[in-house]
Structures are given as structure tokens and as C-alpha cells.
């Protein structure tokens, strides 16, 4: 019994420890950023994110201390990862549209307003909460549906038709709504060549550092070398370098 007490002792110390130890490396690096050692600050905060630690803070100015330093594509990747865990925060997304007008932005496909309208609407709930609308709807199908075989009115198969409006509306918002979460999208590191093939053997043009790409498939060639196929923000798809794409996760 004294045995396990001090095992449990010694485990909870060291947890202390370890959150005592991360906290100093945290200070550390505001300090250094505060006296414009920008490099000492990047290293301080990478020893907590090697720790297997990660927060809004620790990307968020991982970002700053990057964008600083003059490593644009790195900063936008961070801010990219704070606004994973934070997404309206207003500040991170300031300095994440400062950063992007310091590179070379790929122009986006123009999109009708009723698509921005659409991603608007499906992305104002999660993903459970779309499943949990559309069981509901579901159900007052099934219920409506009874009492109509029972009592004919035209008010329940208005309400009938209504409810099957609703399920659709919700099932397309839950499916987008999925899609958006299991999208892989990733910050291109250095200008990159972009090839027709896996084979990463015919390039068909240039990309450069700092944009962003959602990431559709990862091949490893005959030569042992990673490749990317992606898809780019002007609708272009292409495969790039495994080394010189991070992934936003």
C-alpha cells in the first residue's frame, strides 16, 4: 500500500514538474520576444510543441515570432493552427491577412453568392449538432406521418412536406459540414514546382511559399520520394514535394 501511495506521489509530482518546466519555457520566450530575440523565442516555444504541448498561445505566437524573423510561411502556418483552436479570434486574423500580403497570393475562383451563402449556413453549426437537427427531423416525418394516416387534415401534410424540406436541408449541411472537417489543408513552405504526375518527373508551373492548398492524396514514388497531389486556391490541382508542404492539423 505505502508503495502505490508513492507511486502516485511521484507521478503527480512529476506531472507538476513538467507543467512547472513548460511554463518557464513559455516565459522564456515571451521574454525573448519581448527584447526582439526573435530566434531565442522561436527555439523557447518549439521545446514546448517538442513537449507534445499545444495551445492558442503557443501557435499564436509562434506566428508573431516567425512573421518577425521574417519566416512568412512558417508564420502563416501557426496563425493557421490558432485559428484551428480559436477561429474568430480577431487579432490572430489580422495578422494572419498581414502575412498573407507579404507573399505572392494565388488569386481565388471567384464564388457565387449563393455558394458563400451556402458555406456560411453549413459551417454556423457543427457536425453533431447538424446530426442531432436531422434525427429530429427525421422523427417528426415519422410522427406527422401517423397521425396523418389517422386524421387527414391538409395542415399535417403541410407539416409533412416541410419537415422532408428540412431533412434535406439538414442532411446537405451535415454532409458539408463533414466534408469541411476531414478537409487536409496545408501551407506551402518554399516555392515549389508543381508536376502533372505522381512520378514528380514533367513540372507544369510554379507556386510560391506561403500559400495555402487542401491536401487530396499522399503517394510515395518508385524513387522512395513522398508526393502531393493538391488542390489550389485558383481550382488548380497539381502534385508537389511531400518536404515542402506542412500540413495544418
Not at 66 to 78: D, E
Not at 151 to 173: D, G, Q
Request: aromatic letters at 14%.
Amino acid at each position: 500500500m505505502r508503495l502505490k501511495i508513492t507511486i502516485v506521489l511521484l507521478f503527480f509530482a512529476a506531472l507538476v514538474k513538467a507543467d512547472s518546466y513548460l511554463d518557464s519555457l513559455f516565459f522564456k520566450g515571451n521574454a525573448h520576444y519581448i527584447e526582439e530575440q526573435y530566434a531565442d523565442a522561436i527555439d523557447s516555444y518549439n521545446q514546448i510543441l517538442d513537449s507534445n504541448y499545444a495551445s492558442f498561445e503557443l501557435y499564436y505566437n509562434l506566428g508573431n515570432s516567425y512573421f518577425q524573423f521574417g519566416k512568412i510561411p512558417k508564420s502563416i502556418l501557426y496563425f493557421e493552427k490558432a485559428l484551428l483552436l480559436d477561429k474568430g479570434n480577431k487579432s490572430c486574423l489580422n495578422n494572419l491577412e498581414l502575412a498573407r500580403s507579404r507573399i505572392e497570393m494565388i488569386e481565388p475562383i471567384p464564388r457565387l453568392f449563393y455558394v458563400n451563402w451556402w458555406n456560411l449556413f453549413s459551417s454556423s453549426l457543427n457536425l453533431n449538432w447538424w446530426s442531432v437537427l436531422l434525427i429530429i427531423s427525421v422523427w417528426s416525418i415519422c410522427i406527422f406521418i401517423v397521425l396523418f394516416s389517422r386524421n387527414r387534415k391538409k395542415w399535417i401534410f403541410n407539416v409533412i412536406i416541410s419537415s422532408i424540406i428540412l431533412c434535406l436541408i439538414f442532411a446537405f449541411a451535415m454532409v458539408s459540414a463533414n466534408n469541411k472537417q476531414n478537409k487536409v489543408s496545408g501551407i506551402i513552405m518554399t516555392d515549389s514546382k508543381l508536376y502533372s504526375s505522381s512520378s514528380l518527373k514533367s513540372d507544369i508551373g510554379l507556386v510560391k511559399a506561403g500559400n495555402k492548398a487542401i491536401v487530396k492524396e499522399i503517394f510515395t514514388t518508385t524513387e522512395n520520394n513522398d508526393a502531393v497531389f493538391i488542390h489550389l486556391e485558383d481550382g488548380q490541382t497539381a502534385y508537389i514535394k511531400a518536404s515542402e508542404i506542412r500540413l495544418i492539423k
